[in-house]
């Protein structure tokens, strides 16, 4: 039986769980597609128990080698990366990755990429089939593959379309993660949510390019890739505030630069329910449990009795 003392210890605990459209995290700390692989190569370092959940990297009908090197150039406080959506395929995920990650106890979230609306349709389609998966993701923001993905992130029409047409296709919870690339997020946004996205995430990575100026060459085998990192925090906030304003009725999940529980909290206060941890793990693999702590503490020391009150809190 607890005593007085007990009880009262139990309900000082805050509530930092969070349920989106079917999709339950244990705290709001989620680890980002393509920093995180599949998840094993971080056991080593974290009990990823402890985690809200893992997006496991981009996943196509078909294995991908990804693009030519480099593929990774460090940048004023981030990086550039141009991986190409490298992955096992949708197969092999099921037979050789999804064992592992069944067994955990945080909810594992496949983050799916197509070159075209079939493509993404059946990897959504082969991953309704299985146990252990608690929700897609909708990569429709990848910038740095030539073809295909970014298209239908920055095209309200091929947005809707893409997306309806996954919807179909799953049972399961549907996140869609939208691109920075585009000149107003919100009409992208709007598109995702009328074509049936139960979540939204964003932002992906911006754009960007480096050059080598002995060589006269860009230092991406691919010329272009994706900048992340602290760099890109301030533009992330931003358009999380912007959807969050746009009053599209769908959880938000803040995406970009996420390196301290501080950063994760400015996501709550403009609009996000979780956050994504990316380029963060690449420097420090316990990064996100990190967070996850952090954000427990300040729910404490700040008397929030339930991390939904910080939602949306921003004064201005
Ligand atoms: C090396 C690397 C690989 C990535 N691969 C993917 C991917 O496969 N699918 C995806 O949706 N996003 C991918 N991203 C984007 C991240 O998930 C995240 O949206 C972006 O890096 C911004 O967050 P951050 O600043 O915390 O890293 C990748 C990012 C990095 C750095």
Same mark, same amino acid.
């Given at each position: ?8 210890? &139990? ?42 959940? *893992? ?8 294995? =991908? ?84 993905? &970014? ?15 996954? =919807? ?6 549907? &996140? ?39 060589? =006269? ?35 938000? *999940?803040?995406?970009?630069?996420? &390196? ?16 994504? *941890? ?39």
């Amino acid at each position: 039986m607890l005593s007085w003392k007990g009880l009262f210890r &139990m309900n000082d605990v805050p509530d930092i769980s969070v349920r989106l459209a079917g999709l339950y995290l244990k705290n709001p700390v989620i680890m980002a597609s393509g920093t995180s692989g599949y998840g094993e190569e971080f056991a080593s370092f974290i009990d990823l128990n402890q985690l809200g959940g *893992i997006v496991v990297k981009g996943t196509s009908v078909r294995e =991908r080698l990804g693009n030519p090197p480099g593929r990774i150039v460090e940048t004023a406080s981030g990086m550039l990366n141009s991986i190409g959506l490298q992955n096992v395929g949708v197969k092999r995920f099921i037979r050789e990755k999804l064992p592992f990650l069944r067994k955990l106890d945080t909810s594992i979230i496949v983050n799916i990429v197509g070159d075209t609306v079939e493509e993404y349709q059946e990897v959504a389609m082969r991953l309704d089939e299985v146990e252990g998966i608690s929700a897609l993701e909708m990569n429709i923001s990848c910038p740095n593959v030539k073809e295909g993905c &970014m298209l239908f992130g920055t095209d309200p029409r091929q947005t809707y379309q893409a997306v309806k047409s996954v =919807r179909k296709t799953t049972t399961l919870p549907l &996140m869609v993660k939208l691109s920075p690339n585009v000149t107003d997020i919100t009409v992208i946004a709007k598109a995702a949510a009328d074509g049936g996205a139960d979540i939204l995430s964003l932002i992906n990575s911006l754009s960007g390019m480096a050059v080598d100026i002995n060589t =006269r060459k860009p230092l991406l085998g691919n010329i272009i890739g994706g900048l992340s990192g602290p760099a890109i925090k301030p533009v992330a906030l931003r358009m999380v505030w912007e959807v969050h304003k746009a009053e599209l009725g769908l959880p938000l *999940i803040g995406i970009g630069g996420i &390196m301290t529980a501080t950063d994760a909290i400015e996501f709550f206060m403009v609009g996000a329910s979780a956050v994504q *941890i990316g380029t963060a793990n690449l420097i420090d693999p316990t990064a996100s449990v990190k967070v996850a702590e952090g954000i427990r503490r300040y729910c404490v020391d700040t008397g929030i009795k339930n991390i939904s009150e910080l939602v949306g809190l921003l004064n201005c």
